[in-house]
């Protein structure tokens, strides 16, 4: 049984799970208007035809949050550090390959130097032909926990689990890369 530290990270996975009908849900269900309180903590990723993942969709918490609008940019753009970069790719591409979730929480600071705990949750959402190319992610902030530099970072991964629906979840090889600190780039 999945803890979620927030109710909201729990609404959206139980929102998710009502679109697909024991699928995989597709992106065209997606309607950010039937949770619009949730909608401002959300992206969603997609892979492209270049072999890139782009953010399709940024939340206004979000972009407020790391202190750029993220909509229709590649994510490789905010990833100063190759390692990191690669770490988070390989993640994603597991989720889409598989298709499973994930339930992580990590250290993150703001564009404004707020520092906090996130819960983010990382749900797959299949493309035109059915297939898994999209992730969506909520991120949910907890209290601050100090103030510092005022540029976005990604400082440490707190806790990872996989979240099984149904596919499997992917090797013990591919599970998680501890990111490294990460100034997200504006």
């Known amino acids: 049984m ?15 799970q009502s679109l697909g009908e024991g ?6 269900c997606w309607d950010p208007a039937q949770i619009p309180k949730l909608t401002p903590n959300m992206l969603i990723l997609e892979l492209n035809s270049d072999d890139d ?6 939340g206004t918490q979000i972009c407020d949050f790391v202190g750029v609008e993220l909509t229709g940019r590649r994510m490789k753009e905010f990833f100063p550090s190759p390692d990191v970069y690669a770490a988070t790719d ?17 250290k993150v600071r703001g564009a404004a130097g707020r520092e906090c705990d996130a819960e983010l949750l990382f749900l ?11 992730l969506l992610v909520y991120m949910a ?7 510092g530099e ?9 806790e990872a689990t996989w979240i ?17 600190n990460s100034n997200i780039q504006a």
Do not use: I
């Open 90 to 106: 390989s993640m994603q591409r597991a989720m889409l390959r598989v298709p499973c979730g994930q339930l992580s929480s990590y």
């Open 141 to 147: 902030l907890a209290d601050t926990t100090g103030f």
């Open 23 to 28: 699928g995989l849900p597709s992106h065209r």
């Open 53 to 58: 993942f782009v953010y399709r969709f940024a």
């Open 164 to 180: 099984d629906l149904g596919w499997g979840v992917p090797e013990a090889d591919t599970a998680f890369a501890e990111p490294q």
């Open 124 to 134: 797959p959402l299949a493309g035109k032909n059915g297939t898994a190319d999209r």
């Open 150 to 158: 005022a540029a976005p970072e990604v400082s440490a991964n707190l």
């Open 2 to 16: 999945l803890e979620f530290r927030h109710c909201d990270t729990e609404r959206l996975y139980t929102h998710w």
